[in-house]
């Protein structure tokens, strides 16, 4: 092997080896203007909620669906840390473990929880579901 046959070869390898990691950066989850995708529109919209337990900016519950306006919560209850569930039919989420309630921007309906949720900005961005810390 000569020293040019050598140079492209080693030329092809070091791009080879390189697309992956070209790759994965091109798939990351945040986007340029700090927006993080947590789903897609497809799952937002079978159920009305989405919900994402080790996103980027932490566990996030979406509600709503490309149809309607998408809220984001932090789902981790603020009284002793179960999940909250939204509960469509009564338009508010509740907590399985002492029975506390939000409205769907966080804020303490019934208690014994006395903190609100932490809310996200959402948005759908073209078939991805967004969220932002506000
Ligand atoms: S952990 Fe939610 S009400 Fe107690």
Redesign the pocket.
């Known amino acids: 092997m000569n020293r040019r046959d050598f140079m492209t070869f080693v030329g092809v390898g070091w791009v080879a080896s390189s697309l992956p990691v070209t790759i994965a950066a091109c798939a990351s989850q945040k986007n340029s203007h700090g927006w993080y995708t947590v789903g897609t529109v497809g799952d937002l919209d079978q159920t009305g909620q989405l919900l994402v337990t080790n996103s980027p900016v932490g566990p996030v519950l979406v509600i709503g669906t490309s149809k309607t306006n998408v809220v984001a919560v932090n789902p981790t ?1 603020t ?4 999940t ?1 569930e939204w509960k469509g039919d009564g338009k508010k989420l509740q ?1 399985p ?4 309630e939000f409205e769907s921007d966080g804020k303490v309906l019934k208690g ?2 006395k903190k609100p949720l932490q809310t996200y900005a959402a948005k759908i961005d073209g078939n991805s579901v967004v969220v932002s810390v506000s």
Do not use: I, M
């Open positions: 209850c009284h002793k840390g179960c909250v907590c473990c002492h029975g506390s014994p929880a």
